[in-house]
């Protein structure tokens, strides 16, 4: 299944499972019965949520006013289980659907380039070149305005709840401790 599709979702949030330090962040899409979990590094949720929050800012409505978005309650809850991972998010793509006034954000396990298609096959001589190259494995959430909004803020919210940074370097507190580099290696 090469591409899963949510338009519009009842639910996409960031989470984590795992203790601080060593925690793993999943994207998760649902509506109705229908779940898909993938997982994604810490530093591409951040990017995200920030893309996200300043597209919002930036989209205007036809007339040139700034796009109202009415954000509800914070999505607190857990992420559903059972969480299981459809792939490793390589590549995000965001869009702004102007027609729907929607935002579309698209998650790839690899960068979908035709060019690595083609080549494949091409490369290889006899029955073993005609074995079809897979596509990327692609997950796709079309979100309102307010569910892209809420979906950031919860966002940072996750990402800044892990280790407290060290107040010298800037580097993650362990509960043990770390080796400060500012202190020239002293344990703080």
Known sequence: MPLTEYDPPDRFVVGTVGPPGQRIFFLQARAGARLTSVSIEKLQVNVLADKVNDLLDQVGAPDGEALAIVVGPADTAALDTPIEDEFRVNTLAL????????????????????????????????????????????????????????????????VSAGRPPCPFCGGPLEPEGHICPRANGYRR
Do not use: K, N, Y
Request: with cysteine; proline share 9%.
């Open 95 to 158: 869009m702004w659907d102007s027609e729907r006034e929607r935002v579309v954000i698209e998650c790839h396990d690899r960068d979908p380039d035709p060019e690595e298609r083609e080549g494949a096959g091409a490369a290889q001589d006899g029955p073993a070149g005609d074995v079809p190259v897979t596509p990327p494995e692609s997950l796709r959430v079309v979100l309102t305005g307010a569910q892209a909004r809420a979906f950031a803020r919860r966002a940072l919210e996750v």
